[in-house]
């Protein structure tokens, strides 16, 4: 039987959560999305694209500011294809602000996207993967963005719940690798998905040094390894795949 993937953040058609399940429905695996204000056709057309490539797929609305999102999530996975044995944590909250913006309504948004939301389906599919363990070994990949390799002015609750991902997973990984789950953390550096204007780009550009901007399949390939039998005994890692970005 296929391994089954939950990925997160599948909203747009140019989204690294929609690359990524891309790149694993090729490999046979069958794939649980979430998705939040997608538009009335995109999630319907999405699942038709990945049931074409012979695997099985299903969608769902999740609204992860809401405290009891993550358990709806691994419900729903459980009751239409089965017990999950990947997670890829690619939603994200980001609203710029710098430390005169900031305050408790704007903390607490991208505190219940970027971190509630991701450590609760983070533990709540390892005791689920334990309980019911398939018949193979487990993977999770959280995505961060880069905010151990330097500063992100104007974007402080951003920072501070995305670097808080890369503490989480590199403790989590010590507790889950005795049930057979890998747990890795991915900054894709900055990705021509869905938020970039050509002004961004243009001033993007010059500062990667192999001549072009980072496209959503760039992490989703690294995302695959990861979760896939040649990277498994890789764990507890941030992995950088921004092509040498420079921050300066």
């Not at 953390?185 to 500062?207: C, F, Y």
Request: hydrophobic residues 40%; charged residues 20%; proline residues 4%.
């Amino acid at each position: 039987m296929a391994k089954i993937a939950i990925v997160t953040g599948v909203s747009y058609p140019r989204s690294i959560g929609t690359a990524v399940c891309r790149r694993l429905a090729e490999q046979g695996l069958d794939i649980f999305f979430t998705y939040w204000q997608a538009g009335e056709t995109w999630p319907d057309q999405f699942k038709e694209e990945i049931a074409e490539k012979g695997v099985r797929c299903v969608g769902m609305e999740a609204d992860l500011e809401e405290s009891d999102a993550s358990d709806a999530i691994l419900q729903e996975v459980q009751l239409q294809l089965g017990v999950p044995a990947i997670l890829i944590n690619c939603a994200a909250f980001s609203e710029n602000g710098d430390y005169e913006k900031f305050d408790a309504f704007q903390l607490d948004r991208h505190y219940a996207v970027n971190m509630r939301s991701v450590f609760l389906l983070c533990t709540g599919f390892a005791k689920l993967f334990k309980e019911l363990k398939p018949d193979s070994w487990g993977s999770i990949v959280n995505l961060t963005s880069g905010q151990s390799q330097g500063p992100m002015p104007d974007e402080l609750a951003y920072i501070a719940t995305k670097g808080a991902i890369t503490a989480f997973t590199q403790s989590l990984a010590v507790d889950l690798a005795s049930i057979g789950i890998n747990v890795n953390a991915v900054n894709p550096g900055p990705t021509d998905s869905t938020w970039m204007t050509d002004e961004i780009r243009q001033h993007l550009l010059p500062k990667f040094p192999m001549g072009r901007i980072g496209e959503p399949d760039d992490a989703a390939r690294l995302i695959c390894f990861l979760v896939g039998e040649d990277g498994y005994w890789v764990t507890g890692q941030e992995l950088h795949s921004e092509g040498g970005f420079i921050r300066r």
